[in-house]
Structures are given as C-alpha cells and as structure tokens.
C-alpha cells in the first residue's frame, strides 16, 4: 500500500468523522462505557482472586483439644499431626497463650475480657496446623473430629470456598455484560459507518464502476471505525484509572499491608487490552456496516 493511499485513506476517515461528530461522539462514548464496566468487573475479579490467594497462603486448620485431655493424648495428636500428609509445620498455643492473643485481636475492646484470667480462662488449647496447599485441610478435618482428647477442628475453607464462588460469579456477569454491551457499540459504531455511506453512496457507485477494490473503498471506514474504538478505548481506561485509584487510595490509607491490585495496573496492562479491545470493535462494526453498500 503505498504512502498517498494512507493519506487518502486517514484524511477520509477524519473528516467523515468530523461531518458526523454527533452520531461519532455516541459511539465513542459507548464503546468508552462498554470497556469502563468491563474493567469494573475486570478489575472486582482480580482483587477477589488476590483475597483467595492470600487466604489461601494463610490457611491453617485449628484442632482444639479439650479442657480435660491428658498429656499423652496430646502428646499423641501432636505425633500424628506431625506424620500426616500436607502438614507443613505445627504451633502449639497454651489456653494462656489463646486469651492474650485474643486481647491483642480486640484492639481497643479489651474491656470486654476482663474478669478473665489464668484461673478463670474460656479459651481452648490447640495445634495451629500449618498446611503445604488448602486441599489437605478437609482430610484432617475429618479425620481429627474423632480422635480422643480432640474438642473439635475448625478450618478456612468454607470462607474460602465462599470467595471463589463470588470471584467465579463476578467473572460471569462481567463477561455477559461486555457480550452485551459490545453488540450495542457494534451497533453504534455500525450505524455511524452507514449514516457515511450512505450519504456518500453515489460516490462509492462512482468508484466501484471505474474499478476501485472493495479494500481501497472499505480503508476509509475501517480507519474511522478504529479510530472512534481507539478513542473511545483511551477515555475508557483514562475514567477506569483515576476512579480506581481515589478507591484505592481510601482502602488502603492507614493499612500496612493490602492484597489489592494495584492502579498502575490499569495503566500498564487494561490499557493495552482495551486498545486492541477498541480497534477490534471499531473494525468489525465497519466491516459488517459495508457488506450491502459493496454489493452491486
């Protein structure tokens, strides 16, 4: 393609754009809105799945024992624990040690657990079992809820579950709603190809009789249509970034350590994905708006 057909071609496509600003501006807007609540959806997915990740990392199964076990039988649990598959490392915490790790959970509601102290303590001792990955957590939990001198066991997965069950939804909507809202700026973006075509319809039958290609009348098009996605796609990422970030931003003030993406993220990847997200769709709205204008 040689250099004067580019020029041809982009100059056509700008001013086509400029003539019909009003339809043109719409369909910026919707492909900006259609890429906006996709990185929305995007961006709740990916924190979700940062949470279960985490949760996962920290994920430990609790085998309390009972107030009245012996010291063999916990000798024995701990000589068990220590043999089983997937243990990656045992804790023992005293009733003592229990009661003033509560006290420092409470943070400023310590109040609430006076009148307790080592004679007169609620809380339990128990094996903090560490494991190498959540799967071995149910199979110990199971098999430890009958051992004697054990109370009871208790486990994360079950919260865990819950949050990858919301990420897994999340996922779902968000990919049902972009389906959605990309057949509207197809739409759009379709009708604003054809408003041009339209307008310009003697001049397409002009070139198709003297023999021009159907590519070299299509590029002008094509070229606008990638340009309202591209537009839109950058306005998209430019609303997604500066929201993200104020939320950010409020989450995270005053916490030394969070599990959330981070804004830059938006810049260094979303962007580049709605990019190619906006010229597909500004290229395949053309495409299909010129089929019957070709046809003579």
């Known amino acids: 393609m040689r250099f004067s057909s580019i020029k041809y071609f982009m100059s056509d496509a ?25 990185g929305v959806f995007l961006l709740v997915g990916l924190n979700i799945n940062e949470a279960v990740a985490d949760v996962e990392d920290k994920i430990e199964v609790r085998v309390y024992l009972d107030l009245e076990a012996t010291e063999e039988q916990v000798d024995s649990i701990e ?13 023992f915490e005293t009733k003592e040690q229990a009661l003033e790790n509560f006290r420092k959970e409470l943070k400023g509601k310590e109040d609430l657990l006076d009148g307790y102290d080592e004679e007169n303590n609620p809380m339990q001792a128990s094996f903090i079992v560490k494991l190498a990955e959540p799967k071995y957590a149910q199979d110990i939990e199971k098999k430890y809820n009958n051992v004697e001198g054990v109370d009871e066991v208790g486990n994360d997965q079950e919260i865990i579950d819950k949050i990858a069950g919301l990420a897994k939804t999340v996922r779902w909507v968000g990919i049902a709603i972009f389906i959605i809202l990309i057949a509207v700026s197809l739409f759009l973006i379709g009708n604003t190809i054809k408003i041009t075509v339209f307008s310009r319809r003697r001049e397409v039958g002009i070139m198709k009789f ?6 070299f009348i299509r590029w002008p098009f094509v070229i606008e249509g990638i340009v309202i996605g591209i537009i ?4 998209s ?3 997604l970034y500066f929201a993200y970030r104020y939320l950010y931003t409020s989450i995270t003030t005053g916490m030394f350590i969070t599990t959330l993406v981070e804004p830059v993220y938006v810049l260094s990847t979303i ?3 709605f990019l190619l997200a906006g010229i597909f769709i500004g290229a395949v709205g053309s495409i299909l708006s010129l089929r019957k204008f070709l046809v003579v």
């Not at 000589?79 to 804790?91: C, F, K």
């Not at 003297?210 to 590519?215: K, M």
């Not at 839109?232 to 306005?235: Q, R, S």
């Open 237 to 239: 990422t430019v609303i």
């Open 79 to 91: 000589t068990q624990l220590n043999s089983e598959t997937g243990v990656a490392e045992i804790e």
């Open 14 to 38: 700008f001013k086509s754009i400029w003539r019909n600003r009003t339809i043109s501006l719409a369909s910026v807007a919707t492909v900006a809105a259609t890429l906006f609540i996709f």
């Open 232 to 235: 839109g796609a950058l306005v």
């Open 210 to 215: 003297v023999g021009a290609t159907d590519w």
């Open 271 to 273: 962007t580049w994905e």
